[in-house]
């Protein structure tokens, strides 16, 4: 920690300046006296901004001297004295200003909360390139970050001395981070500036770390609702340029998932992160908040990754440290926030890190899912993450999902059985949203790994050995219930292998699309057939810049479809096109799963349905 005596030895002997008025201590007798006019006259050269340095420092010099006398009575004289710019100014005025502090704190505690707002807004750019009509050289953007970066050391190192001498700064920072960060509609530099430097100070208040975590995801979730997907797609859609890893023309092959760089099988490889620096990395993003929140997910991987990896190698202390806080902050704030795009890429990314955090993740999840003290809202939202989840992450082999299955399909068996006899065994989203959830996750997981399942006969006899028949054709009747999109593939994968034949039921589903009237309690009421209102949270990762971080750990599907082996097979399964809108026999037709499946008919709040992304992600 810097003491006060370190910034005391960096001031030098201020050399003569021209001022106005007496030294401080007769200024402050006069004005004990009753006379002001010295005292005005002072705060009026403090309060000038062309105040010259060769002043400041006299008047330093003074004040520390004096500091039991900066009572109460004079807090208009530090008001005026904190408002002084002096982060840029010659190192003896910086360390002069520094030692003014310091003394100002360790005699008048009351000052504490207004010396260390200063600091916090301390961490904004004084200057912010995108309030500047002209275009700024290199030259002159390499002189503003040192300038800035000059200042921000200065600030981190005098709340340093402070938090020494004050033992409730800790307390009282907090409080004013949170009300000095940014707005949402603040430029990126700014984001950029203020979240690098909270986390600056994670690293010597680690006792703060978590709440300041907490904060930081608050804060960038909130801008992350507020860049939905499609508003991002149909911005970036106008930078012809614009390369999206997510939008790429390759072939998903579903046969190398575990041959990866990230296992969970037990074989011990590098956990660190493969980062290209090279085309991948993109530019800023044409949707203004999209781009905000990119800046800052960049920052925020980096800082994770740099924790989790000291001196370049990965430690499983201090990932686990850092991994029980964002849990907790997981669960908190990002779990119940409904149509978050990005900011949950954070955990995914800690979980490529090691198995055993990935494992954490799931056990949490479903634990969650199947907690009935838990509210339905937050059940769901655990069983879309277990989909998502498992679907889209490279590093998770094969044999997790075979787990997390095994703790699935046992749970949606046992709760068919406890319908048995019940008043209430009818399909209704509001009676039985959780269950619901939870079949669709088996059912989208399942036809995004169905290669691996199918690959082998012991893993397809697996698959039989779920009875995913029973689940299809129980009086809850999922499929009527599930999203249409991941039904129709379920349907056509299933069929396809021959393991499970849904058709029949979508027919009847087809044919009865009015509301169903039920009876009980003495009451009558309309059940809730509409499509899960739930989303995928790790649907393609859009954000030009941080996904550097998240393409090498993140499975895409394009995959087509094999072609039917029997033409007859091939001639009903034309006739069912009329259900399902995909053409199983075309080999140019695939699986829509690029992004959370949407339709016209589909209620999925956060989700644009227009032609124009259907015709982007489905053809």
Same mark, same amino acid.
């Given at each position: 920690m810097i003491s006060e005596d370190d910034i005391l030895s960096h001031v030098s002997v201020s050399p003569k300046a021209v001022r106005f008025g007496?030294?401080?201590?007769? +200024? !402050?007798?006069?004005?004990?006296?009753?006379?002001?006019?010295?005292?005005?006259?002072?705060?009026?050269?403090?309060?000038?901004?062309?105040?010259?340095s060769s002043n400041l420092l006299c008047w330093l010099q003074e004040l520390r001297n004096c500091t039991s006398k900066l009572t109460r009575e004079l807090e208009h004289l530090v008001a005026v004295l904190l408002k002084?710019?002096?982060?840029?100014?010659?190192?003896?005025?910086?360390?002069?200003?520094?030692?003014?502090?310091?003394?100002?704190?360790?005699?008048?505690?009351?000052?504490?909360?207004?010396?260390?707002?200063?600091?916090?807004?301390?961490?904004?750019?004084? +200057?912010?390139?995108?309030?500047?009509?002209?275009?700024? &050289?290199?030259?002159?953007?390499?002189?503003?970050?040192? $300038?800035?970066?000059?200042? !921000?050391?200065?600030?981190?190192?005098t709340l340093k001395a402070i938090i020494r001498i004050a033992p409730l700064a800790p307390t009282v920072l907090v409080s004013l981070l949170s009300e000095n960060f940014p707005y949402m509609n603040k430029e990126s530099h700014m984001q950029e500036c203020y979240l690098k430097n909270l986390?600056?100070?994670?690293?010597?208040?680690?006792?703060?770390?978590?709440?300041?975590?907490e904060l930081i995801v608050d804060k960038m979730i909130k801008i992350d609702v507020h860049a939905p997907k499609h508003?991002?797609?149909?911005?970036?859609?106008?930078?012809? &340029?614009? &390369?999206?890893?997510?939008?790429?023309?390759?072939?998903?092959?579903?046969?190398?998932?575990?041959?990866?760089?990230?296992?969970?099988?037990?074989?011990?490889?590098?956990?660190? +992160?493969? $980062?290209? &620096?090279?085309?991948?990395?993109?530019?800023?993003?044409?949707?203004?908040?999209?781009?905000?929140?990119d800046v800052m997910m960049s920052v925020m991987l980096q800082y994770v990754h740099t924790v989790c990896h000291p001196k370049g190698k990965f430690s499983m202390e201090s990932a686990k440290l850092l991994w029980r806080q964002f849990l907790g902050i997981f669960e908190k704030v990002i779990l119940p926030t409904h149509a978050s795009c990005h900011v949950q890429y954070i955990m995914f990314f800690m979980c490529s890190f090691n198995?055993?955090?990935?494992?954490a993740f799931l056990d949490y999840l479903l634990k969650k899912l199947q907690d009935p003290n838990t509210i339905a809202i937050v059940r769901q939202?655990?069983?879309?993450? $277990?989909?998502?989840?498992?679907?889209?992450?490279?590093?998770?082999?094969?044999?997790? $999902?075979?787990a997390t299955f095994d703790v699935l399909v046992p749970w949606i068996h046992k709760y068919i059985d406890g319908q048995d006899g019940s008043s209430r065994?009818?399909?209704?989203?509001?009676?039985?949203?959780?269950?619901?959830?939870?079949?669709?996750?088996?059912f989208y997981t399942f036809v995004f790994r169905h290669k691996q399942f199918v690959e082998s006969s012991k893993n397809t006899a697996y698959i039989k050995s779920l009875n995913l028949s029973r689940i299809v054709m129980c009086r809850l009747n999922p499929l009527r219930v599930c999203l249409p999109t991941v039904v129709n593939m379920f349907a056509t994968v299933t069929r396809m292998y021959q393991l499970v034949y849904c058709y029949t039921v979508i027919e009847r589903n087809n044919r009865s699309i009015l509301p169903v009237v039920s009876h009980g309690h003495g009451h009558s009421?309309?059940?809730n057939l509409n499509p899960l209102d739930t989303f995928f949270p790790f649907d393609p990762y859009l954000l030009s810049r941080s996904k550097k971080y998240i393409k090498p750990l993140y499975q895409e599907w394009e995959g087509n479809l094999p072609e039917e082996e029997d033409a007859s097979t091939a001639n009903v399964e034309n006739e069912d096109d009329e259900l399902t809108g995909y053409s199983v026999s075309n080999p140019d037709s695939y699986l829509p799963l690029g992004v959370t499946p949407t339709g016209a008919h589909v209620i999925s709040p956060g989700f644009k349905h227009t032609e124009l992304l259907m015709h982007q992600h489905f053809s």
């Open positions: 007496g030294d401080v201590n007769s +200024i !402050f007798t006069s004005l004990r006296q009753g006379y002001h006019k010295d005292y005005d006259l002072l705060l009026h050269q403090l309060a000038d901004p062309d105040l010259k002084v710019e002096w982060t840029t100014r010659e190192a003896t005025v910086t360390a002069e200003y520094q030692a003014f502090l310091t003394s100002l704190v360790s005699a008048h505690t009351f000052y504490l909360k207004a010396v260390i707002r200063m600091l916090v807004k301390n961490f904004l750019p004084k +200057i912010n390139p995108a309030d500047d009509d002209s275009v700024e &050289d290199e030259e002159e953007k390499e002189m503003r970050e040192k $300038v800035e970066e000059r200042s !921000f050391e200065c600030t981190h190192t986390l600056e100070i994670t690293l010597y208040l680690p006792n703060l770390r978590s709440k300041i975590l508003e991002v797609e149909e911005a970036e859609m106008e930078d012809e &340029d614009d &390369d999206d890893f997510m939008e790429e023309d390759m072939q998903f092959d579903m046969d190398g998932l575990e041959d990866t760089n990230h296992c969970m099988d037990g074989t011990k490889k590098d956990s660190r +992160i493969e $980062v290209d &620096d090279g085309e991948d990395v993109g530019g800023p993003m044409n949707h203004e908040m999209a781009d905000r929140l198995p055993s955090i990935a494992d939202s655990a069983a879309a993450y $277990v989909s998502s989840f498992l679907s889209r992450a490279k590093f998770v082999p094969l044999s997790v $999902v075979k065994s009818y399909p209704d989203v509001d009676i039985h949203g959780p269950f619901y959830s939870v079949c669709q996750a088996v009421r309309l059940t």
